[in-house]
């Protein structure tokens, strides 16, 4: 079960954000745009590994979050979703997912768990898109999906600027570990649901 399934609660709660966001003269590609730019803020504070720079980090990652469902609900708005801007969001979503985990990884300098979770995140995103790419829908199941993985890097950037380790083993490197294992996890539960619907 994943936060992705309340996306059409979350949508109702942005009426005012869109409105916003459109008064501003603001584009679906321009909010994208910053929306990523919040991730890579994010992921430059996570490297600093400082318990303030957690907590910006934190900060900026729920922006990227936020940000991501008005650039789809202003697109809507506007009357100019398409092919083009959906791409753009993608491509950045997957950037913005690369930055903020490096950066968890380069502050505390573990390379190797910051590249299985890297590759375990893109691997679910990429079943979730190439399972659309077969004509079953898009998929956005299994046990973590972007929501969540957004909801619990921004919390434990709130955990590492309180506490720096559970146990002796660092915050960050707890979160590393998991994304590695269920992100993995999640693309096959993917790939196997999608294959059953084959």
């Known amino acids: 079960m994943t936060l992705d399934q ?8 942005l009426d005012p954000f869109v409105t916003a966001a459109d008064r501003l003269g603001l584009s679906p590609d321009g909010v ?3 929306a990523f730019g919040f991730a890579v803020a994010a992921g430059g504070a996570f490297a ?5 720079w957690y907590a910006l980090g934190g900060v900026f990652v729920f922006l990227n979050g936020w940000l991501d469902l008005v650039d789809g ?4 708005a506007q009357g100019v979703d398409s092919k083009g801007g959906d791409l753009l969001d993608h491509v950045l979503d997957r950037y ?11 502050g ?7 590249l299985a979770a890297v590759t375990g995140v893109l691997m ?4 979730g898109t190439q399972i ?11 046990l973590v999906g972007r929501a969540d993985r957004l909801a619990l890097i921004g919390i434990a950037g709130f955990v590492a600027a309180a506490v720096q380790s559970v146990g002796g083993v660092h915050v960050v490197e707890l979160l590393l570990g998991f994304f590695a294992i269920i992100g993995h996890f999640t693309a096959l539960q993917r790939f196997w649901g999608a294959m059953s619907d084959l």
Request: hydrophobic share 55%.
């Open 6 to 13: 309340y996306r059409s609660v979350a949508d109702r709660l």
């Open 32 to 34: 994208s745009v910053v």
């Open 48 to 52: 600093v590994a400082e318990p303030l």
């Open 73 to 76: 609900a202003l697109a809507r």
């Open 96 to 106: 913005a997912d690369i930055a903020m985990l490096v950066g968890l990884a380069a």
């Open 108 to 114: 505390i300098g573990t390379w190797a768990l910051g």
């Open 124 to 127: 679910t995103s990429y079943l």
């Open 132 to 142: 659309q790419a077969v004509g079953l829908g898009r998929e956005y199941g299994g």
